[in-house]
C-alpha cells in the first residue's frame, strides 16, 4: 500500500543576524499537526504542546477544576500510581512539564533520542489515562490550597485578583484559574473528569518540536502520543468584554510597600494599528532601562526597583497594562508620575526614541530563537496567535515599517489617561480609597 | 540581587555540570584576568560577561550591601560614557544587559548578535577601572536599592524569616549578612564607601571574562587583550581571607512569626563543606544525599511524609554546594492544615533516623544518577546556563578542570560514601532549626 506519510511544507527562514532557521510544516499520518525545527546538535527533542482554553474552560461554579487537573495528570496513569509514575519519569530522564493558564494548557517535554518510545507511551499515559486515584486527588488538592491561602496575604497576587475582578467583572478572566478555597475544596473527582475532557481534545491542539527527530519520527510519534485523545472538547467561553472605570482603587493591606498593577483597554494583534502600539509600548514602559517609565520612575527618582507596561494580546481580550512596586509612602508621588507620562506619551514621541526602540526590537528579536526549549515555544505561540512561518521573517520588516506619524496616530487613538485604572494594595499615603 | 528582576529566578537552580570539555578553552591575559570561551555555534549569538571574585562576603563590617550597590552603581557614568548609556547601547544594539550579586561573587552580562562583542569589550573593560560617580548618583539609586529590599525581603515574610535565619546559621562568616544589606546599613551607605569597595576588588587580576555563543577562542582572545589585556594588575589586591566560622556546639532554634505567613513552615539546616578545588568527592556525596532525601516525589521524606503519613503538603532538601566556605544542607517541611509545626519536625527527624539506620536505595541512587547523566545533554541547549556554572565556580575558588570534572565525581559517589557524610552532617549540635509561623500559635484560618 503506497500512502503518503507526511506531507510537509518547508519555510526557509533568514533571520537578520541569525543563521537561518527551517520551520517544517508536518502533517502526521493520523492528521495532527505540527511545526518542527530539525537540530540533530544534541540527543535529545523539545516537544511543547497547547492546548487553547485552558482555566477559561472551567464550568460554572467549578472554578479551579482545570488547574487540579493538570496538577494530576502526573500523579498516577495507566497501570502506575503517583509514585510508580515519579519513578518512570526519573530512570527514563525525560522532563514532563504540565501548565494550565486562562488561554491554554500547556504540556512541555524534553526527552533523550536513545529513549524517546519509553518517554513518549509514559507521556502518552498521563495525557491519555490519567487516574485522577482518590488520595492523589486529596494530596494535589492540598498542595492548591495552601497556594491559595498563601495568595490571600501575598500582595502581588491580591493586586492581580482585585484588578481582574475589577475590569473582568464575571467573566472567567475575572477570577483567578487556580480557582477560590471554597470552589477548589467542592470539586470532586467527576469534575475534574469532565474537566481533562473538556481542555485535552485535538480539535485545540497546537504542537512544536524542536531538535534530534525527523519529520518522519516526529509523525509517528505524534499519533502515538495524541490521536485517542477526543476530537473535540468543551465549548470556548465568550470574549470578555473589560471596563476600566479609570481612578485609583486602594485595597488595605497590611505591608512596607505597596503594590501597583494599572490597565487600560488594549488592541489586538489583528489591528492594523498594533505594531505601532507594540513599538510605543516599548518606548513607554517596554521593560528595557530606556523606556520612559523606568527613567521617569526609577532612573530619575528613586521611586521602584521596576517598572513595566506590556500590551496583553489575550484569547478572549486585549488590554494594556503594567505594574509597579513602590513605599507606602512614595507610591502615591509613583502613581502621579506614570499618569503624567501616560498623558505626554499621547503627544508622541522622538524621532530617536523612535529609532531606538526599533533598532532595540528588531536587534532582541532573533536572540530568542536560543535554544530548542525556546524555539518549540516560539513555534506553538505562533501557531497559536494564528501566525504563518513566515512571521519568523516578515516580523522585523513590520516594526521597521512603524513611522513617527503611526506612533502619534496611535497614541491618540489608544492611550487614554481617563480609562488609565490603577489597583494599589498596601498602606499607601496619601491615596484615598475610592 | 539583580539590577532588575527578570533573570534573577534562573539563578537560584545550579544545573549539573555539562559540556563536552572541547567546547570550553580556557587562558590567562598577562595581567592575571582569567578568560574563559565557551562554543555554540547553533545560533550567531553571543553572551559577554565579567564576573568578580568579590561579593558580599567580601564587605567590610558596617557597610552590608555595598557589593550591590556598587552594581548598580556601575550603570552609571565613566570618563567616556554618560549616565545610562552603558544600557542604551546595549540596546541600541539589539542586546539586553543586566548584572548580579551574590556571597562570593559580582557579575556583569550582555547579551548580543555574537557580532558585536567588541563594543561589549571596550564598554565592560571601560567600567572596570574608569567609573565615575557623583552624590547625585548615590542618592536616587540608594532609593532604588531600598525599594529592591522592599520587593524582595520586606513584602515577604518568608524572605524576612530566610534573612533572620541565615543571620541565626552564622555567627561569625559574612554569609550571615543578606546581600542586599541590612536596611539601616543600606540607608547611609555613601559614595566613598561604594568607591572603597570598586578600588579594592575590580581590577582585571580578580576578574573573570566569560564569552560563551557563536565565537572562536581565538577572536576572543585577541579582543580580550586589546581590551582587558591594557588595563594593569592591581599590586594591592587583597588575599581573600574572610573570618571564618568557630565550631557550633550548641543546636539553635528560632521562631519568625509574621501576620502575613499563611503557610507555616520548618527548616532545618547544618553547617556543610562546600566543594573544594581537587576534593569535591564529599560535597558530590552531599548532593546525592540531598536528592535521596528530598530531590522530588520519589525523595524519601516526601515518600514518608507525603506519601505514607500525609502529613505535610511538601518537603524538600537542598545543599548549596557551590560557595567560597562552609555553607549549609536545609531540610525543609510544609505541613498540612491541622499538623503543627512540632510534629512535622519530629516526623522529619524520624525520616532522618529511619534513613541513618537502613541506608540508601540503590535502584533510586541508580534512578538520580541517570538523571544527572540526562541532565548533561540538557544543560548543552542553554550556553548562558554553562557560562554561569563556570562563572560561579571560578569566583567559589574551583578551577575549569574541578568543573570538567564534577560530573564523573558525582557519578563514583558509592552508598558508603553517602552514608558517611550523612552521619558526618546529621549533627543537631551543628544545626539551626526555623519555624515560620502566624502571629497566633497555630495557622491562621483565612476566607476569602
Known sequence: MIRLVITLWATLIALPAMAEIEIKQVTSPGGINAWLVEDHTIPFTALELRFRGGGSLDAPGKRGATNLMVGLLEEGAADMDARAFAKRSEELAASFGYGSSDDAVSVSAKFLTENRDQAIAHLRASLIEPRFDADAVERVRAQVLSGLRQDVTDPQSIASRAFDKLVFGTHPYGASQDGTIDSVTALTRDDIVAAHHGALARDRLYVGAVGDITAEQLGKLLDTLLLDLPETGAPMPPAADPVFPGGTHVTDFDTPQSVVVFGQPGVDMTDPDFFPAYVLNQILGGGSFESRLMQEVREKRGLTYGIYTYLADRDLADFWAGSVASGNESVAEAIKVIRAEWQRARDGVTEAELNDAKTYMTGAYPLRFDGNGPIANILVSMQMMGLTPDYVSNRNAMIEAVTMADITRVAQRLLDPAQLTFVVVGKPQGLGPT | ?448
Open chain 2, 1 to 448: 540581587m539583580t539590577r532588575f528582576l527578570a533573570l534573577a529566578a534562573a539563578l537560584l537552580f545550579a544545573p549539573l555540570n555539562a559540556f563536552a570539555d572541547d567546547s570550553v578553552t580556557d587562558f590567562k591575559l598577562d595581567n592575571g584576568m582569567e578568560v574563559v570561551v565557551i562554543e555554540d555555534h547553533r545560533a550567531p549569538v553571543a553572551v559577554h560577561m565579567a564576573w568578580y571574585r568579590s561579593g558580599s562576603a567580601d564587605e567590610t563590617p558596617g557597610v552590608s550591601g555595598v557589593a550591590h550597590f556598587l552594581e548598580h552603581l556601575l550603570f552609571k557614568g565613566t570618563d567616556t560614557l554618560e549616565p545610562g548609556e552603558f544600557s542604551a547601547t546595549v540596546a541600541r544594539n539589539g542586546g539586553n544587559d543586566n548584572a548580579f550579586t551574590s556571597y562570593d561573587y559580582t557579575a556583569y552580562y550582555q547579551r548580543v548578535a555574537a557580532d558585536r562583542l567588541e563594543l561589549m569589550m571596550k564598554m565592560e573593560s571601560d567600567r572596570m577601572v574608569n567609573l565615575r560617580l557623583d552624590e547625585g548618583d548615590i542618592e536616587t539609586e540608594r532609593n532604588v536599592i531600598l525599594e529592591e529590599r522592599n520587593q524582595r525581603v520586606d513584602n515577604n515574610p518568608s524572605a524576612l524569616f530566610r534573612e533572620q535565619k541565615g543571620a541565626v546559621q552564622y555567627l561569625n562568616h559574612r554569609y550571615g549578612v543578606p546581600i542586599i544589606g541590612w536596611r539601616h546599613e543600606m540607608e547611609s551607605l555613601s559614595l566613598d564607601d561604594a568607591l572603597s569597595y570598586y578600588g579594592t576588588y575590580y581590577s582585571p587580576n580578580n576578574a573573570i571574562l566569560i564569552v560563551a555563543g557563536d565565537v572562536t577562542p581565538d577572536e576572543v582572545k585577541t579582543l580580550a587583550e586589546k581590551y582587558y589585556g591594557v588595563i594593569p594588575a592591581n599590586p594591592d589586591l587583597p588575599e581573600r581571607i574572610r573570618a571564618i566560622e568557630p565550631p557550633q556546639t550548641a543546636e539553635r532554634r528560632m521562631i519568625f512569626r509574621d501576620p502575613r505567613v499563611a503557610q507555616p513552615w520548618v527548616n532545618r539546616s547544618y553547617l556543610a563543606p562546600a566543594r573544594d578545588s581537587g576534593a569535591q568527592e564529599k560535597a558530590a556525596a552531599l548532593v546525592l544525599l540531598s536528592e535521596i532525601l528530598g530531590g522530588g516525589q520519589t525523595s524519601l521524606l516526601n515518600e514518608r511524609l507525603q506519601f505514607d503519613k500525609q502529613m505535610v503538603v511538601y518537603a524538600g532538601a537542598g545543599y548549596g554546594a557551590g560557595a567560597l566556605d562552609d555553607t549549609t544542607f536545609d531540610l525543609y517541611v510544609v505541613p498540612k492544615p491541622g499538623v503543627s509545626l512540632q510534629e512535622a519536625e519530629d516526623a522529619m527527624d524520624a525520616v532522618i533516623a529511619e534513613f541513618l539506620e537502613n541506608g540508601v536505595d540503590e535502584e533510586q541512587l541508580a534512578r538520580i544518577k541517570m538523571q544527572l547523566k540526562a541532565s548533561q545533554i540538557y544543560a548543552r541547549d542553554d550556553v548562558e546556563s554553562i557560562a554561569n556554572r563556570y562563572g560561579r565556580a571560578l569566583t567559589q575558588g574551583l578551577t575549569v578542570a574541578d568543573v570538567q570534572a564534577w560530573p564523573d565525581v558525582l557519578q563514583a559517589v558509592t552508598v558508603d560514601d553517602i552514608m558517611a557524610a550523612a552521619r558526618d552532617l546529621f549533627n543537631r549540635d551543628r544545626s539551626v532549626t526555623g519555624w515560620l509561623m502566624a502571629d497566633a500559635a497555630q495557622p491562621v484560618e483565612v476566607s476569602q
